[in-house]
């Protein structure tokens, strides 16, 4: 497909893919002394914390303290690697990290035969790590806690003396990311046995292979030029009149480079939703362009992030200033249901905030920060109270607060979470910010503000162009 580009994104790799490529890696390295290459891999601090790591568990002497900062992941895969590797280590983190729960994978490793023990308080870090003598082969795992966990424990499942035989409790959190687990260990040629149904993995004692590796883009950043797509629907297509055949004259495509149509990652779920705020997706060789249509309207009001977590706070405040085009809705969405009822309201800019239903947020508190808390918090700096129903707390939905004047600049906190910056960023584009701390988006963007300032200037030359070319139609 040939699409004229007017603007191009440069994203980072993926942390997900990269992390756990790093980590197979050592293990090859570690089991058979396979070499294997890896490129593109990811720029976020986290990823960089683990490679360091990596790379001087060699020259560490015995019961070395090894920090891993403020990385949950690298954190997570580092327990189970040392442990498996009869590495003799304390493994510690910064004061938020060791308020994040580790207790489910430490029973685990436990169980299997790890050497564990809390070096402060229970089921929390740091731990001590001294040594593996697999005495289980079988094990029992809650899977509605953390994804990580369970990555964390297949990716040693095939160095393991005797394999594992992995039974998945519960409602499985952020599937997506257990399947990429298992996708990418599948090329570097490891075979799992997995039952969906039964909630069974089994993998067998087997050997990593010496293979190359490329980390495709980060869909999570992605996730960031899609909202910033949407919110430019009203000034990209103001009215009707720019409505023809569901399709925005003078669109502008917007290309985020080196995101794959086969995708392993779970947040390519954008694809599917975006067009609920104008947004469509088309392949191309290099990557996916964005491009603004007339918004679709969803088979119900309700989102589920229980397997792509991550975007729940780009989405939700997106949700927060999403403005359709102007004029009759009947015209902005071609084919609404008839009659309109409470569950599909006349798409009016304050009924679709309001009919929006949030689910699957229970991971959102054990994340950098707690970030259901710290949406509440910023949301209601827009007269927006985000809340969870009474009666069931697992659902969350937005209302506007009554007689509430927001302040001309409106600072946004951004409680050492990345995420929590970028997912604001966009609403810049309807008003002023203040993003405090914005160098947090080292941890997964560290290029962020580069794109995002190069994108704004872009903005301003391309709107007035756009609405000049409109005027002469």
Same mark, same amino acid.
């Given at each position: 497909?040939?699409?004229?580009?007017?603007?191009?994104?440069?994203?980072?790799?993926?942390?997900? &893919?990269?992390?756990?490529?790093?980590?197979?890696?050592?293990?090859?390295?570690?089991?058979?002394?396979?070499?294997?290459?890896?490129?593109?891999?990811?720029?976020?601090?986290?990823?960089?914390?683990?490679?360091?790591? $990596?790379?001087?568990?060699?020259?560490?002497?015995?019961?070395?303290?090894?920090?891993?900062?403020?990385?949950?992941?690298?954190?997570?895969?580092?327990?189970?690697?040392?442990?498996? @590797?009869?590495?003799?280590? @304390?493994? @510690?983190?910064?004061?938020?990290?060791?308020?994040?729960?580790?207790?489910?994978?430490?029973?685990?490793?436990?169980?299997?035969?790890?050497?564990?023990?809390?070096?402060?308080?229970?089921?929390?870090?740091?731990?001590?790590?001294?040594?593996?003598?697999?005495?289980? +082969?079988?094990?029992?795992?809650?899977?509605?806690?953390?994804?990580?966990?369970?990555?964390?424990?297949?990716?040693?499942?095939?160095?393991?003396?005797?394999?594992?035989? $992995?039974?998945?409790?519960?409602?499985?959190?952020?599937?997506?990311?257990?399947?990429?687990?298992?996708?990418?260990?599948? !090329?570097?040629?490891?075979?799992?046995?997995?039952?969906?149904? +039964? +909630?069974?993995?089994?993998?067998?004692?087997?050997?990593?292979?010496?293979? /190359?590796?490329?980390?495709?883009?980060?869909? %999570?950043?992605?996730?960031?030029?899609?909202?910033?797509?949407?919110?430019?629907? *009203?000034?990209?297509?103001?009215?009707?009149?720019?409505?023809?055949?569901?399709?925005?004259?003078?669109?502008?495509?917007?290309?985020?480079?080196?995101?794959? &149509?086969?995708?392993?990652?779970?947040?390519?779920?954008? @694809? /599917?939703?975006?067009?609920?705020?104008?947004?469509?997706?088309?392949?191309?060789?290099?990557?996916?362009?964005?491009?603004?249509?007339?918004?679709?309207?969803?088979?119900?009001?309700? $989102?589920?992030?229980?397997?792509?977590?991550?975007?729940?706070?780009?989405?939700?405040?997106?949700? %927060?200033?999403?403005?359709?085009?102007?004029?009759?809705?009947?015209?902005?969405?071609?084919?609404?249901?008839?009659?309109?009822?409470?569950?599909?309201?006349?798409?009016?800019?304050?009924?679709?905030?309001?009919?929006? *239903?949030?689910?699957?947020?229970?991971?959102? *508190?054990?994340?950098? /920060?707690?970030?259901?808390?710290?949406?509440?918090?910023?949301?209601?700096?827009?007269?927006?109270?985000?809340?969870?129903?009474?009666?069931?707390?697992?659902?969350?939905?937005?209302?506007?607060?009554?007689?509430?004047?927001?302040?001309?600049?409106?600072?946004?906190?951004?409680?050492?979470?990345?995420?929590?910056?970028?997912?604001?960023?966009?609403?810049?584009?309807? *008003?002023?910010?203040?993003?405090?701390?914005?160098?947090?988006?080292?941890?997964?963007?560290?290029?962020?503000?580069?794109?995002?300032?190069?994108?704004?200037?872009?903005?301003?030359?391309?709107?007035?162009?756009? !609405?000049?070319?409109?005027?002469?139609?």
């Amino acid at each position: 497909m040939s699409l004229k580009i007017d603007f191009e994104v440069n994203l980072p790799a993926s942390k997900s &893919e990269s992390n756990r490529a790093l980590i197979i890696q050592a293990l090859a390295e570690w089991q058979s002394g396979a070499k294997i290459t890896l490129h593109n891999l990811s720029e976020a601090n986290d990823t960089k914390v683990l490679q360091q790591i $990596l790379q001087s568990l060699s020259s560490l002497p015995t019961d070395k303290e090894i920090d891993a900062q403020d990385a949950g992941t690298t954190f997570r895969f580092l327990t189970a690697f040392l442990a498996i @590797t009869g590495k003799h280590a @304390t493994l @510690t983190g910064t004061p938020r990290m060791q308020e994040r729960p580790i207790g489910v994978l430490v029973e685990a490793l436990r169980t299997l035969g790890a050497n564990i023990e809390y070096a402060g308080k229970d089921g929390f870090p740091p731990l001590r790590i001294a040594g593996f003598s697999q005495k289980a +082969q079988q094990l029992a795992i809650q899977a509605d806690v953390s994804s990580q966990y369970i990555s964390a424990l297949l990716l040693i499942a095939p160095v393991l003396p005797q394999g594992l035989s $992995l039974q998945l409790v519960g409602k499985i959190a952020s599937k997506p990311y257990i399947e990429m687990t298992l996708q990418q260990m599948k !090329h570097f040629g490891i075979k799992a046995k997995t039952n969906w149904e +039964q +909630q069974t993995i089994d993998i067998a004692p087997q050997t990593y292979l010496a293979k /190359t590796f490329t980390v495709e883009s980060d869909w %999570s950043a992605a996730g960031y030029w899609y909202s910033a797509m949407a919110l430019l629907t *009203r000034e990209l297509c103001p009215n009707v009149t720019d409505l023809t055949r569901g399709r925005v004259l003078g669109k502008m495509n917007l290309l985020l480079k080196g995101l794959r &149509e086969d995708s392993l990652q779970g947040d390519k779920v954008l @694809t /599917t939703i975006m067009p609920y705020w104008s947004i469509k997706t088309d392949f191309v060789k290099n990557g996916a362009v964005l491009s603004n249509v007339s918004p679709t309207l969803p088979p119900h009001y309700k $989102l589920d992030f229980s397997d792509c977590p991550d975007l729940a706070q780009t989405i939700i405040a997106l949700i %927060s200033h999403y403005i359709p085009p102007a004029g009759p809705w009947q015209v902005r969405y071609p084919n609404p249901p008839v009659p309109w009822s409470a569950q599909y309201p006349a798409p009016t800019e304050v009924r679709l905030r309001e009919a929006w *239903r949030f689910v699957g947020l229970e991971s959102l *508190r054990i994340k950098e /920060t707690d970030r259901l808390q710290a949406l509440q918090n910023e949301l209601a700096k827009f007269g927006i109270d985000f809340t969870p129903f009474v009666n069931k707390p697992e659902m969350w939905f937005m209302r506007h607060m009554k007689k509430f004047t927001p302040s001309p600049t409106i600072a946004i906190d951004t409680y050492h979470d990345h995420r929590m910056a970028m997912s604001f960023a966009p609403i810049a584009l309807h *008003r002023e910010l203040d993003i405090l701390n914005p160098e947090v988006v080292v941890k997964s963007y560290p290029h962020f503000w580069d794109e995002w300032n190069r994108f704004r200037e872009f903005i301003k030359a391309f709107l007035p162009t756009l !609405h000049k070319k409109k005027n002469e139609l």
